[in-house]
Nanobody, 122 residues
Framework: QVQLQESGPGLVKPSQTLSLTCTVS??????????WSWIRQPPGKGLEWIGY???????YYSPSLKSRTSISRDTSKNQFTLQLSSVTPEDTAVYYC??????????????WGQGTQVTVSS
């Protein structure tokens, strides 16, 4: 059974960098054919895909967030990390990590973290 758990600060000031870590158990993040994804849901809105890092280590980001997004990984800890720079209150959302079992193709996820609330406010 694969489990994902998000961690990071719940409050970030405007213009700062949001940093969240997803710890994975029950499966390796270096396994091919999987894409380890970050997704968010702003209050009152739908899910928004942010980006992913594949088992190979390659990354792909949402075009609307690409200039501010970086996803990296620590294979020794089986963790992957989201960094979103220059945040504004519009980045306030519940942030999820999830596994895409189709190497990033389509909007398919078979395992999700529980989600973590991040609020951007001074």
């Amino acid at each position: 059974q694969v489990q994902l758990q998000e961690s990071g600060p719940g409050l970030v000031k405007p213009s700062q960098t949001l940093s969240l870590t997803c710890t994975v158990s029950g499966g390796s993040i270096t396994t091919n054919h999987y894409a380890w994804s970050w997704i968010r849901q702003p209050p009152g809105k739908g899910l928004e895909w942010i980006g992913y890092i594949r088992g190979s280590g390659s990354t792909y980001y949402s075009p609307s967030l690409k200039s501010r997004t970086s996803i990296s990984r620590d294979t020794s800890k089986n963790q992957f990390t989201l960094q979103l720079s220059s945040v504004t209150p519009e980045d306030t959302a519940v942030y999820y990590c999830a596994r895409n079992p189709k190497d990033g193709l389509g909007d398919h996820y078979d395992y999700w973290g529980q989600g973590t609330q991040v609020t951007v406010s001074s």
